[in-house]
C-alpha cells in the first residue's frame, strides 16, 4: 500500500509490480492486482477502465475529483475539473430524482501533438 500511495500520477499494475519487484523479487503480479482492487473499492485508489484489458490508477487518497481527457495515439492523460459538467451532472440526478455516489467521465481522443 505505501507504494501506490507514494506514486505521482498515473500508473498500470504492470508498472506498479515493476517498482515492487525491484525492492522484493518475491512480489507477485496476483497480489498486485488483487491489492489494487481493494484499494479501489476502500476509495484509496482510482481506476479509470480504458476497456478491454487496458486500465490505469491513481491515488486517490487527500485529492479532489477530476475528469480525465485521454489520447488514443500517445497515452497522454490530462486532468481536468469542469463546474458546467459538475451542475450538469447535478441538474440530471435532480431530474431523475438519482442520489450519485460516484462518477467518472473521461473523454478519449487525440491531443494537440497527435492531430
Given at each position: 500500500m505505501t507504494a501506490v500511495l507514494g506514486i505521482q500520477g498515473h500508473f498500470t499494475a504492470d508498472q506498479l509490480y515493476l517498482r515492487l519487484e525491484r525492492k522484493n523479487p518475491r512480489a507477485s503480479r496476483a497480489t498486485v492486482y488483487r491489492t489494487l482492487e481493494h484499494l479501489v473499492g476502500s476509495g484509496l485508489v482510482d481506476k479509470v477502465d480504458l476497456g478491454g484489458q487496458q486500465a490505469f490508477y491513481e491515488n486517490f487518497y487527500g485529492r479532489?475529483?477530476?475528469?480525465?481527457?485521454?489520447?488514443?495515439?500517445?497515452?497522454?492523460?490530462?486532468?481536468?475539473?469542469?463546474?458546467?459538467?459538475?451542475?450538469?451532472?447535478?441538474?440530471?440526478?435532480?431530474?431523475?430524482?438519482?442520489?450519485?455516489?460516484?462518477?467518472?467521465?473521461?473523454?478519449?481522443?487525440?491531443?494537440?501533438?497527435?492531430?
Open positions: 479532489e475529483h477530476h475528469d480525465h481527457l485521454i489520447c488514443l495515439g500517445c497515452g497522454e492523460i490530462i486532468e481536468f475539473t469542469s463546474r458546467a459538467i459538475e451542475e450538469l451532472q447535478d441538474s440530471v440526478c435532480r431530474e431523475h430524482q438519482f442520489e450519485a455516489r460516484s462518477h467518472s467521465h473521461k473523454i478519449l481522443g487525440h491531443c494537440r501533438k497527435c492531430h
